[in-house]
């Protein structure tokens, strides 16, 4: 292929996200149709290369996981008419996650008060009460499974601490107005059971307070209804869950899909939160699979001012201090040699209530975290050997945008974004060689602690002939909704950038259409410009095609052993128009303000992946790094 032609190639359309050859999902099938309750069958027998040792699912953005300590799961899974999304995830001997997403729409739902095996007792569907009311139902078995718990939820709220067993007893407390009652039941293997019913509430809410005796936790600390600071000690054991024995505990604050969990039958830790009101639901597995929870109503008096180092679950966090006050990005540095007494093989990180964390290998963590400006929670992991898992929260209040390296201007994150952290460090990258150039190519890829601005940084060695091209890709979250982004990454190159002729840093998102949105985008060393990609075609007769933006950039002009900044903002409309906004080279900014269609049908799954890909000039060997890459959305 012609030097001219080199620039017209976009990456393939193959690429499949990571891990979900992991898990394999029978049923049902990605884009089918449903009705509630609906079959999910899944197995999993390894997790990025190490034993599966229990899978899950979950629906939507829920923070609701059923666990099963299996390597398969069949279940049936209750939702409410319309679009959904089910995850189901499976857990490895180290803790990792892998995750396998099918879109679904429901076309019908449960109805009535004796549904699924469940009979509700009270309140009878479609009654006018006063609040709080009384809900008492039981359940013996759902899709033939022994029926192990039972829970609720009202309207698209959580759901309640689930009750060992298979009845319950509650009082619930909603506003006036209409809602929806949902009373849930789950089988000894998985299955999940509902019935919806309708209900007018009257009165106004009254406190209640949640028991700790039925799911057989005890919390001795901290006491239902107490005030404490913060950080608090949560004191916890539980001996049996659903009549089996128990082989883990765990705890979670308010609404947070973040859950510690410890390979043991009891619990110790500490745990940090914001002054206010809040809900500590202290968790327990059995040996057969079952769950139980006990939720604790807290008041956070204030923070400590403690100490800046914490040690949690034996972990050591040095920076950020608690309560302190930082810019963004931050310097995040812990340790963890032990975890429940397990030598650690794995750390991670995440913030507030995201699902996304970031795990790196090893004993000690030293990065930089992207955060929007507020009050955040800070959760530093770690993981055991056998699979123990421990946690510790450190509060902090970030103040604005600080600079990392050789630069301190750029884009700022809009108060509200997600922002996932450190991609470079993800196990997940895999290497291929762009099939639609010319030439060939091949490459390998790893962690790396020099050269490096965070500890971790990703090398990238390409070996090429004829102008050949290798991809590097990973896939670091799923998000369907999120139209604006932000690429924020350090490139080095360490030595003459003669043999590189573009430096491609690109993402794809599967839309809520179901369409892949492709931003491609490069430093082109053939043009010397920034180029970004377009679908010249439709989005089933696709035509990809790079296209040249009248701002300069040469990756031969790039100085050499220096970490260079690159940030690019851009954003899409629900119908695949792309619109590049800014790109900012070490702090310069450099307006785009180019728009192009670049939706494709190309029948993904669900997940958001970054490309890097190095283009070779001639025939060679190249080397680049790349560090505290973060993706931001909103």
Known sequence: MSRFALVFVLLPLAFTPFALADVSVGSPGNGSQVSSPFQLSATAATCSSEPVTAMGYSLDSSTDTTIVDKTSISAQVPASPGAHTIHVKAWNTKGAVCVSDAAVTVVAASSGSATDGITVNSPASGASLATPFELTANASVCSGQTVVSMAYSLDNGADAAPAAGTSMSEEVTAAAGAHTLHVKSWGNQGAGCAVALPITVTGNPAATTASTTSSGITVSSPSSGSTVSSPFTVTASASTCSSHAVSAMGYSLDNSAATTIVDSTTLGASLSASAGAHTLHVKSWGSGGGSCAV??????????????TSSTDGITVSSPGNGSSVGSPFTLSATAPTCSSQPVTSMGYSLDNSSDTTIISGTSVNTQVTAASGAHTLHVKS????????????????????????????????????????????????AAHDTAASGSASGTTSIVTSPTLSGHSRK????????????????FSDDTTSTNFLYDGWVYIPSSSGPIANVEMDMNQTMANGETVIFGFQCDGWNGTWDYT????????????????????????????????????????????????????????????????????????????????????????ATVYLDNLVVSRW
Do not use: M
């Not at 939720?295 to 800046?308: G, K, L, N, Q, R």
């Not at 699979?387 to 809009?414: D, E, M, Q, R």
């Not at 049908?601 to 890097?612: A, E, M, P, R, Y």
């Open 295 to 308: 939720a604790i109503a807290i008041t956070v008096s204030a923070s400590s001012t403690a100490a800046s």
């Open 460 to 475: 990238f060695v390409t070996q090429f002939t004829s102008n050949g091209n290798e991809r590097f890709s990973a896939s």
């Open 534 to 621: 377009i679908n010249a075609g439709s989005a089933t007769s696709p035509i990809d095609k790079w296209v040249y933006t009248s701002q300069k950039c040469n990756p031969a002009s790039w100085s050499t052993n220096t970490w260079h900044h690159v940030q690019v903002s851009y954003s899409h409309t629900s119908a695949g128009s792309v619109h590049y906004n800014t790109v900012w080279l070490d702090g310069v900014a450099q307006t785009l303000n180019v728009t192009g269609f670049s939706g494709f049908s190309l029948g993904w799954d669900s997940s958001l992946v970054t490309n890097f890909q190095v283009d070779g000039r001639g025939s060679g060997t």
């Open 383 to 430: 993981w055991g050997n056998q699979g123990a898992g421990c946690s510790s929260a450190v509060a902090i209040s970030v103040t604005g945008t600080t600079g990392s390296g050789t630069s301190t201007s750029g884009p700022s994150v809009p108060s509200g974004a997600l922002s996932v952290s450190s991609i470079q460090t993800l196990s997940d990258w895999t």
